[in-house]
């Protein structure tokens, strides 16, 4: 099993590393501004993530939203944004970010420590807001374009430049490294999947909206994603300029 999984590793290194080596050649266009090249094969497989999203994700959002009190839910995303705190301060390290640096120290040690670790977001009542930072930010913040906007299956809109630091983020991950070395990759993806469902309650108005108000839903997502993206490259409220779709890690 050790040896399947060092393999599964090695192979994402390797296409890390490709995909970085692409996105150094790509052109640095306004971050905002549609690459998207596949259009063809993305508006088929967003197709597809819609039919998924509205047949399985929508209705369990819905579900866990009807079933689990607001503070409940509001516990459980705390939760989770502290379980990310490592990607978070490597990342606002790489950008060179000091004063994010301070911000995710603060953050994890008070709410962890103060905050029932990390149900309560003491630190956020105290001044110190959640700022979600990813590799893909990271090489934003670098100069590194988007390169082509894409579709990934079942994860939703992504980038060359995104999909990069996705991978990346999975192994700057120690709770990731810890939970398959033990033997305990269960835990892992019960933590996956509570983030995509959470991620999903807490865009049921937006997308909604976006989705009724939209002559081209697919072509209105992707706007969003793009901004979305820009605006956390850019340390501002990521959901200036639109919905802010979320990022499935």
């Known amino acids: 099993m050790m040896a399947r999984f060092a393999c599964l590793k090695f192979s994402h290194l390797v296409l890390a590393g490709l995909a970085a080596l692409?996105?150094?050649?790509c052109s640095s266009t306004q971050a905002t501004d549609p690459n998207d090249p596949l259009e063809g094969y993305n508006r088929v497989m967003f197709a597809v993530n819609d039919a998924v999203d509205q047949a399985v994700l929508r209705p369990v959002a819905k579900g866990y939203r009807f079933a689990v009190p607001q503070p409940a839910r509001t516990g459980v995303r705390n939760f989770l944004r502290n379980l990310r705190a490592p990607v978070n301060l490597a990342n606002e390290a790489l950008q060179g970010d000091l004063a994010g640096v301070e911000n995710v120290l603060v953050r994890t040690s008070v709410n962890t420590l103060i905050g029932v670790g990390g149900l309560i977001d003491v630190a956020g009542m105290e001044g110190y807001p959640y700022e979600q930072e990813d590799f893909g930010q990271t090489l934003g913040v670098w100069g590194v374009g988007h390169g082509a906007y894409v579709i990934l299956p079942l994860m939703g809109p992504s980038s060359l430049r995104?999909?990069?630091?996705?991978?990346?983020?999975?192994f700057m991950d120690p709770l990731r490294w810890y939970l398959f070395n033990t033997e305990r990759e269960g835990w892992h993806y019960a933590r996956l999947g509570m983030t995509v469902i959470d991620s999903r309650e807490e865009l049921l108005d937006a997308l909604d909206d976006l989705r009724r108000n939209s002559f081209d839903y697919y072509a209105a997502t992707r706007s969003a994603y793009l901004q979305r993206r820009e605006a956390?490259?850019?340390?501002?409220?990521?959901?200036?300029?639109g919905v802010a779709i979320p990022d499935y890690d």
């Open 162 to 170: 995104d999909g990069t630091g996705m991978l990346v983020d999975g």
């Open 22 to 25: 692409t996105l150094s050649a």
């Open 232 to 241: 956390l490259v850019n340390d501002m409220d990521p959901g200036v300029g």
